[in-house]
DNA sequence: TGTACCAAGCTTTTT
DNA sequence: GCTTGGTACA
């Protein structure tokens, strides 16, 4: 993607494709932009909102545009700015929960709260839910509370306060108790002044929908809105678009830019719907395809339009190669024993690849979850190849990052009970379940916040001996740091708190190998506080960006979840795991069943459409998923990208199918040859494959792929102990050996 | 109040 | 197989 800073603005639209000029022309009414992969999605975007400006159809501050990460957010206002030229200053360009806090932050008084409410982190939600929970006397085993809290999280996802939600919509969860824990959830997050991400767009979408006055004044405000990503909006989120988009004069000036074959975030709340429903929703709409890509080669593209056209209930595009001379080679299938060699094959091509001059960062491995990086890492680390892993943990959600903020909020609002909870005993001061149980109880009857009850319990010596002592210390550093933070700022009174309760030492007298590291993520925070003007500033940047800015542009390979790579591109991507209960995941399929089979195709579909002259596709014969080894099938998205646009290398994959289908390996003759019999059941779960194993005689001679013939000496269900020829003695499941005789 | 042991659980995660 | 969280004890 190039930034053409110096464009001159008179140029901007020429070297557009047509369907790209008219959805970048096309400003008035409802407009529905069907993006492909790779056809210039926020080019178009920016371009138009650039377009929108530099036509005079509005101002800046009259535009809103909305994204669902701050990384686009922040693309699209450098890009908008390098097209005109100038940075542009006073946009409601944001994500939605930022656009939704900052509305809010002007209007919480009409939901019981103070413009100055706090955002929770998850940590803070799920400690909360569990202390609503305790009085229920759920058992936790059975209910467990982050369950719970993704079941309010849903309903939120889909705009239902406690009130709105009905029986029909209602959950036997925690013996019925599901709502009620709900309702009473969000009265202590009124009590302590506080939202959750939910509430930002809950609570947004309440007030634009009961005060007619508020709705009318953003009407007057934004002429025209822009959605990105459209494809992942969620109920509440497409009631928010809705409430703003339809004025009472009629006019509906809103564009959405999304591709519903990559809509792969249905388990957070996302509504495919929304955007097949588009044009119901916005009578009069005009839609816009782009079909044209510029990003792969024809022989990808064909695999992946191969591959999503088994889906149903689509708006239907066809990607067209918008590169001349783009045939390219055919999608690798390659078959392998284990994650081991699949480790081993990856990491070889990696070698080859890197001598042939091919750049690391160009090179990406991209699997269904975070834990498959393993073998990759183990593999690439020997062989000397750097990588770096995408995702995983991040920056502020680290346990001594979360420590040090849950200090400054309480340093910028004492009353924040559940920070303040949360470093109370951090580092350990004798501060156990009895004495936060009395500072509880004191708290509630007054009632005030815990701070206040710990400054109440210290003045009538209620409190004794050592919990007095440490409390009354860590009152005074928070006195101190208050007095510093007047006098020489916010990061200089972080520090000080920091240093002066005893949360730097901590560390340093922490003798594990994590401890220096967790010093220097704490060092690169103070560091990140410096950029903010105030403490405020910094903790709402923090809570709704969660990630710290660290441009990473050096020579390496990209590891990351399908997930994760959505929105980029890489000259060659590896897909391992591709095998049934893998990818598509068995549990997914248990959940969501024909709707959930769709999605994993959509992740499949987004897999191959990141890469841009070459896709490598692995499958394993066995893989090891915890404890045990589980044989698998290759995924039945390998059988559905056409056969002319595939390219099998090393073992012949159907020599392989045929193994695996070998009625002597599974006792029932289920298997057949998947391409043939594609529309029979012919998948099982992996789980129903070891119900079926054949029983395997003492005694008897089997075969194994990797140690070759050997005599059964012991059974044990399907667990054999195998004396080898060559390699001797192995415990090994039924499922890995054939009977020889 | 802190530790030791056991059992359960284990995708994806833009905010 | 490995981590995490809850409970039982010292």
């Known amino acids: 993607m190039q930034h053409n800073s110096l464009t001159p603005s008179s140029d901007y639209l020429s070297r557009l494709n047509s ?23 926020t080019r178009v975007l920016t371009t138009r909102f ?148 939910g509430d930002l767009m809950l609570h947004v979408v309440e007030i634009l929908r009961t005060k ?11 002429r025209y809105i822009l959605v990105d990503e459209y494809q992942d909006t969620n109920t509440i989120q497409y009631l928010w678009l809705r409430l703003l988009a339809k004025r009472h004069d009629g006019i509906s000036n809103i564009a959405c830019v999304g591709d519903d074959d990559q809509s792969i975030y249905s388990w957070r709340g996302a509504e495919i719907e929304n955007i097949l429903r588009f044009e119901k929703d916005f ?67 990696i070698e080859r690849l890197q001598k042939s001059g091919h750049p690391l960062s160009e090179i990406a491995i991209l699997m269904r979850a975070g834990f498959q990086t393993r073998p990759f890492e183990e593999r690439l680390l020997m062989l000397g190849v750097p990588y770096r892993v995408v995702g995983g943990l991040r920056f502020y959600e680290r346990a001594e990052i979360r420590d040090c903020l849950a200090y400054m909020r309480v340093l910028s609002q004492p009353s924040d009970d559940l920070a303040f909870e949360r470093i109370i005993n951090v580092p350990k001061r004798g501060i156990g379940a009895v004495a936060l149980q009395k500072l509880h109880k004191e708290a509630q009857t007054l009632p005030c916040s815990l701070v206040d009850a710990v400054n109440i319990q210290l003045s009538t010596d209620s409190l004794k001996g050592k919990s007095k002592k440490a409390l009354s210390h860590l009152m005074a550093n928070f006195t101190q740091a208050k007095a510093t ?9 972080s520090e000080q708190l920091l240093e002066e309760s005893g949360y730097l030492q901590m560390w340093r007298d922490d003798r594990s190998v994590e401890a220096p590291g967790r010093l220097e993520n704490i060092r690169e925070l103070m560091r990140a506080i410096g950029d903010f003007a105030t403490l405020e500033g910094f903790l709402e940047h923090v809570a709704l960006v969660m990630d710290i800015d660290r441009t990473e542009t050096d020579e390496k390979v990209n590891l990351m979840t399908l997930h994760g790579a959505k929105g980029l591109e890489f000259d060659t991507v590896f897909l391992p795991g591709w095998e049934e209960g893998v990818f598509p995941s068995q549990r997914s399929l248990d959940e969501g069943g024909n709707r959930a089979l769709e999605e994993e195709r959509r992740l499949a579909y987004v897999g191959l459409t990141r890469a841009r002259q070459r896709a490598v596709i692995l499958h394993a014969a066995s893989r090891r998923i915890y404890a045990n ?113």
């Open 485 to 493: 933070l007047d006098t020489e700022g916010h990061v200089v009174a």
């Open 283 to 349: 009578p009069g709409a005009k839609v816009v395809r782009l079909e044209e890509n510029y990003r792969s080669t024809d022989q990808i593209l064909a695999a992946a339009a191969g591959l999503i056209s088994h889906n149903e209930g689509r708006l239907g595009k066809t990607l067209r190669s918008g590169r001349k001379n783009a045939h390219g080679e055919k999608v690798q299938i390659i078959g392998v024993h284990d994650s081991d060699e699949e480790a081993r094959v990856v990491g070889g091509a």
């Open 50 to 197: 650039a377009h929108i400006l530099l036509t005079g159809k509005a101002y800046p501050s009259q535009i809103l545009a909305v994204t669902f990460t701050n990384k686009a957010a922040k693309e699209m206002k450098e890009r908008v700015g390098a097209i005109l030229g100038e940075p542009v200053e006073g946009l409601w360009l944001g994500t939605f929960h930022a656009i939704c806090a900052r509305m809010l932050r002007r209007h919480a008084e009409y939901v019981q709260l103070t413009s100055g409410f706090n955002i929770l982190d998850t940590d803070d939600q799920l400690r909360l839910l569990k202390q609503v929970m305790e009085p229920f006397q759920i058992d936790t085993k059975r209910w467990p509370p982050n369950q719970l809290l993704g079941i309010i999280q849903r309903w939120k996802d889909r705009g239902l306060t406690p009130d709105r939600v009905t029986p029909v919509e209602d959950t036997d969860f925690a013996n019925g108790h599901a709502l009620a824990i709900y309702r009473l959830y969000q009265e202590r997050l009124q009590t302590l002044n506080a939202c959750d991400f």
């Open 212 to 222: 007619p006055d508020v709705l009318a004044q953003y009407h007057r405000i934004f």
């Open 19 to 41: 369907e790209q000029r008219r959805a970048i022309e096309t400003t008035e009414g409802p407009l529905l932009i069907l993006a492909g992969a790779g056809t210039g999605k």
């Open 629 to 741: 080894w589980q044989s698998s099938i290759p995924s039945r998205f390998i059988d559905e990208i056409p056969l002319e646009y595939i390219d099998m290398r090393g073992e012949s994959v159907e020599k392989r199918r045929q193994a695996s289908f070998s009625p002597s390996m599974f006792a029932s003759g289920t298997f057949t040859s998947t391409r043939s019999n594609r529309s029979q059941p012919a998948y099982k779960r992996i789980t129903d494959i070891k119900e079926t194993t054949a029983h395997i005689p003492l005694g008897a001679t089997v075969f194994h792929q990797k140690f070759g013939e050997g005599l059964v000496i012991s059974s044990d269900g399907d667990r054999l102990e195998v004396n080898f020829n060559n390699v001797g003695i192995k415990r090994i499941l039924a499922n890995f050996v054939e009977i020889k005789s």
